[in-house]
T-cell receptor
Framework: GAVVSQHPSWVICKSGTSVKIECRSL??????MFWYRQFPKQSLMLMAT?????????EQGVEKDKFLINHASLTLSTLTVTSAHPEDSSFYIC???????????FGPGTRLTVT | DAKTTQPPSMDCAEGRAANLPCNHS???????VYWYRQIHSQGPQYIIH???NNETNEMASLIITEDRKSSTLILPHATLRDTAVYYC???????????FGKGTRLHILP
């Protein structure tokens, strides 16, 4: 149990376009979902926290108008990278909190490459 | 900022116990110690957590010192599949966000 999926697993997009990444909790309801970004050879950096039905809380330095987060249901959160630039190329990972143990369970990640 | 300090890397022979240390000298009384690991290009995986008592599950054991200022994660019989970056994290509990430090890169040697 407690499986989190992400779609797509990798995506390549052109500079200036927007790309949406989905995070789903498959077998439990997630009251809270988190979004992280990870650059090569670096640790995960928390971007934002989202609660179902309310606005996301962004970490300091993360542009909320650039990284749009929607948590419309207890099993789905989306991250939209708007007007993507090459420096947005990164590994994006979501986690969901819920399930039996109320631990955070992480998705497999989405690798974004902006050309 | 992360509240923990870990060695950047460690080696362990396959089949031996891997002991990964973590310092968390500023831990508060209501903060738990959590361990996660990240295998290359995958999402982090929960391993174990504890408050003050030692804990054991099917993956590992967690030893927390009496003053709670440090802990050790023990993988009893390391295999090549245990090669990963291991993160030691302190957090209040399940509602608290996870702040990752740099972790320890564990190399299992055949």
């Amino acid at each position: 149990g407690a499986v989190v999926s992400q779609h797509p697993s990798w995506v390549i997009c052109k500079s200036g376009t927007s790309v949406k990444i989905e995070c789903r909790s498959l077998d439990f309801q997630a009251t809270t979902m988190f979004w992280y970004r990870q650059f090569p050879k670096q640790s995960l950096m928390l971007m934002a926290t989202s609660n179902e039905g309310s606005k996301a809380t962004y970490e300091q330095g993360v542009e909320k108008d650039k990284f749009l987060i929607n948590h419309a249901s207890l099993t789905l959160s989306t991250l939209t990278v708007t007007s993507a630039h090459p420096e947005d190329s990164s590994f994006y990972i979501c986690s969901a909190e819920g399930g039996r143990g109320y631990e955070q369970y992480f998705g497999p990640g989405t690798r974004l490459t902006v050309t | 900022d992360a509240k923990t300090t870990q060695p950047p890397s460690m080696d362990c022979a396959e089949g031996r116990a891997a002991n990964l240390p973590c310092n968390h000298s500023t831990i508060s009384g209501n903060e738990y110690v959590y361990w996660y690991r990240q295998i290359h290009s995958q999402g982090p995986q929960y391993i174990i957590h504890g408050l003050k008592n030692n804990e054991t599950n099917e993956m590992a054991s967690l030893i927390i010192t009496e003053d709670r200022k440090s802990s050790t994660l023990i993988l009893p019989h390391a295999t090549l599949r245990d090669t990963a970056v291991y993160y030691c994290i302190v957090r209040v509990g399940r509602d608290d966000k996870i702040i990752f430090g740099k972790g320890t890169r564990l190399h299992i040697l055949p």
